[in-house]
Nanobody, 121 residues
């Protein structure tokens, strides 16, 4: 059983910074990809930043130059450093992982419950 737990969300003024963490626990054979998505009220869920299955990093155009995704493989944790935050960044941020629990079965998608980020002007 794979579990994802996000943390680091909160309230901050425009121009401030926050660092989100996503800890992945459980017995895993491999993690194929992981990253961050967000969903604001009245809007569809959108990609923020991910490590792709090819090991590359993909950022949404709206966060390039402001957000940085990183990971600690030893801790099975991914981070999202968010700088120069804007009110439009306000959303629930969710961690997404594509992982295999066994070499005999294919990878599955796992979602965290999300952490709320609120940016005031």
């Amino acid at each position: 059983q794979v579990q994802l737990v996000e943390s680091g969300g909160g309230s901050v003024q425009a121009g401030g910074s926050l660092r989100l963490s996503c800890a992945v626990s459980g017995s895993m054979y491999s993690i194929n990809s992981m990253g961050w998505y967000r969903q604001a009220p009245g809007k569809q869920r959108e990609l923020v930043a991910t490590f792709t299955s090819n090991g590359l990093i993909n950022y949404a155009d709206s966060v390039k130059g402001r957000f940085t995704i990183s990971r600690d493989n030893a801790k099975n944790t991914t981070y999202l450093q968010m700088n120069s935050l804007k009110p439009e960044d306000t959303a629930v941020y969710l961690c997404k992982v594509l992982a295999q629990t066994s070499p005999y079965y294919g990878a599955k998608i796992y979602w965290g419950k999300g952490t709320l980020v609120t940016v005031s002007s």
